[in-house]
C-alpha cells in the first residue's frame, strides 16, 4: 500500500513539475508525505499527510515543517543533551 501511495505522489510531482509552486510550507507538502510514508507506518504517515495538508491554506503563515521524529530518537537526543547537561553541572 506505501508503494502505491509513494508512486502516486511521485507521478503527481512529475505531473506538476513546470507549474508554480503553491505550497506554504518547506518542505513542500507532496515532499512530506514522502517521508511520512518511508519513515513511519501507513495509518500515521496518512494522519500526518492529511493534517499537513489541511493546514495548507492561504491563511497559514507557512514556513519550515519537516515530519517529526521518531520516538526512540527523539528520546535519545533528549537523554543525550541531560547526561551533557549533568557533566556540566558536575564539572562546576
Known amino acids: 500500500m506505501k508503494k502505491m501511495i509513494l508512486?502516486?505522489?511521485?507521478?503527481y510531482q512529475a505531473?506538476?513539475?513546470?507549474?508554480?509552486?503553491?505550497?506554504?510550507?518547506?518542505?513542500?507538502?507532496?515532499?512530506?508525505a514522502i517521508d511520512a510514508y518511508e519513515n513511519?507506518?501507513?495509518?500515521?504517515?496518512?494522519?500526518l499527510t492529511i493534517w499537513r495538508i489541511l493546514r495548507c491554506n492561504p491563511f497559514s503563515k507557512g514556513g519550515y515543517d519537516p515530519i517529526p521524529k521518531y520516538k526512540k530518537i527523539l528520546k535519545e537526543e533528549l537523554q543525550k543533551e541531560a547526561e551533557e547537561k549533568?557533566?556540566?553541572?558536575?564539572?562546576?
Open 15 to 32: 505531473a506538476t513539475i513546470h507549474k508554480n509552486p503553491t505550497c506554504r510550507y518547506r518542505p513542500t507538502c507532496s515532499n512530506y
Open 40 to 47: 513511519y507506518n501507513f495509518f500515521y504517515a496518512s494522519l
Open 7 to 11: 508512486k502516486i505522489i511521485r507521478s
Open 86 to 92: 549533568a557533566k556540566k553541572d558536575a564539572e562546576n
